[in-house]
């Protein structure tokens, strides 16, 4: 075998010799044979795929890529769907609901999946339109006016109506798992076809809250989930339909499905506004949330459903539970089968290392916090001197890589001299910053790429005298050196509203709410509510802003967002940005992405961005421009990457321009669901931090 793994003919031409790839032995009982290896020949397609000059390019245009190859073919099977469609709405609610059951018999006498596949999601996609769009017209919330439908179907809406109005409300059990309050009969009775149609007629465009007939776009996203691939789908193509109707054909093939989405609120919206879909097609839906949230009881419930909601954190976080549990009876989650995951790249990718970490009381004792902060306070205080001169020498060591990138890409010859004469200028003036540097005492060396802090020998030696209690490593001073170095990372390297945010929390232990650290999640800029940085580090940054200190934790279980991912049987995904990421997709997770087209032609101007030489003049034009924009009435959203960005050009919009507008980051996330109700409102201004899951 060669280097690569396959045999030695890739390395010949064709009707060249191979020779053995092992010198000979001196005594070799038989010389052996000389063996001809014919070159294969290359198929068309996959020379297109290496984009050969000329020819690649040729081939793309004659045969396409590999991305429309795939779409083309989804797009046969949705002519096939649609070919189905005027047979399907023929079919009554209960007919609906029975053809789980026959897909399954078909399957169990040796059916393909993809034999079913054009049936089932023909069936999703009425299933879709009657529940989640046309049954609105008797939901009391959305107030629909029966005289617009003809006379003979007014009658049919009144006596349906009236059978409606009689019905008690449903227990949520049975065919009901998963809701969390009682079912209303609007929700309960069976609707005739006839009456189904007659509201199609009545509005020819699939739009809520009447009409919910998934687009053939959508069609094709669901069965690049249901097969295991990633569906990359630009926001607003609706990927909250897709995921469901990739889900009903998992559960033909009798799998459990876990839909993760990025946030608590989004796994209880997706559920309750699919709910009457799954419930349309038999089956049940459940929606889970962290501890405080619900309790173990309801959750286990929410499990037995044979569709389930929730986030990457609360998923994996059962799981650990799950594995700290003495009897398999108490375990909630129990399988791990197919997950669906919305923007897959934020999680799978940008999470993937991200650890889950299930914690537990370290000491016994209280240790000493407050003494570990007075003396990070001390050396801060005393480094300053030292820090300043650093920052110094750093800012001419980069001066230095500018200048060498300016001297590369200059055009202008005449400035070379200049620019070489500042260069050597300011090589020659690095000694002088160095000998100032060295000249004050570092006390500790910080890492921020790893957000880590160590304390050099003079720190030590320092915090030992102001704390007068010798030796740091001997007997009951053991612990002192950890505390401190926690406490300088909390100090210079954590920062309020930008890894924290101080918020009112209710005490586990009173039930009322006081001040506390809540940590703001780095991917997504969600306040993660009840988790804790372990081995002191929490404990050190509540004594840093002075904030009620809790009970220190440690590390009981934990694993990686990734490796958890992994021990699903079947994973798929959606977002808006996968294709750039494709390479790790497949190499990780051994998932393929399929980019879909959008549903209607994209309208939208995308401009190249904009660098400026310092971030207060990218903060001026940044608001002059929201000005402008307001002034024209047009919505605007501007998003930031931190809290404390998005406070900073709250201030500056409000100073300079007295502009109305909202600020939605970790702070408000309670207000998300208003905040992004009004947002695209006349002249509404929003300023956000990169919260996922945020688009539509």
Known sequence: MSPMGHPLRARTRPGATCSPPFPRPLRSPAPRPRVRVPLPREHPMALAERDIPIIGPILHKIIGTRNERF???????????????????????????????????????????????????????????????????FNPKHNFDPSALPSAMRDLYAATNAEMDARPPAPPEGEWLGNNDAIPGWMQVDIDPALYQAVRDLYKESRPPFRARPFDVQLIGGMVLCQGKIAEMKTGEGKTIVGPLACYMACIERLRVHVVTVNDYLVQRDRDWTFPYFHALGLTVGA????????????????????????????GFDYLRDNMKRRVEEQVQKKRQFAIVDEVDSTLIDEARTPLIISGPAHEDAPRYELADRLARHLVEKQKPWQAADDRLERAKLRIKGLEGDLRQTRDKANIPKIQSEMEAARNDLPRLEAERNQFTQYFEVKLERKQVHLTHDGVAEAQRVAGLGSFYVDENIDLPHLLEQSLRAHVVYELDKDYVIMDANDPMTGRKQPSIVIVDVNTGRPMVGRQWSDGLHQAVECKERVPIKQETQTVATITIQ??????????????????????????????????????????????????????????????????FHDCGRPILVGTTSVEKSETLSKMLMNKHAIQHEVLNAKQHEREAHIVENAGHLGQVMIATNMAGRGT
């Open 71 to 137: 779409v083309k073919k989804y797009t046969q099977r949705v002519n096939a769907i649609n070919a189905l469609e005027a047979e399907t709405r023929k079919l009554t609610d209960a007919q609906l609901r029975g053809k789980l059951h026959e897909f399954r018999a078909r399957l169990d006498k040796g059916a393909k999946v993809d034999d079913l596949m054009i049936e089932a999601f023909a069936v999703a996609r009425e299933a879709m339109d009657r529940a989640v769009g046309i049954r609105n017209v």
């Open 563 to 628: 490796n958890f991912f992994k021990m699903y049987k079947r994973l798929a995904g959606m977002t808006g940005t996968a294709d750039t990421e494709a390479q790790e997709f497949h190499d990780i997770y051994k998932l393929d992405v399929v980019s879909i087209p959008t549903n209607k032609p994209v309208v939208r101007r995308d401009f190249d961005d904009m660098v400026f030489m310092s971030a207060k003049d990218k903060w001026n034009f940044i608001v002059d421009e929201i000005k402008a």
């Open 288 to 315: 889970i949330h962290p501890q405080h949230m619900q309790d173990e009881g309801v959750k286990r419930n929410m499990y037995r459903c044979d569709v389930v909601y929730g986030t990457t954190s609360e998923f």
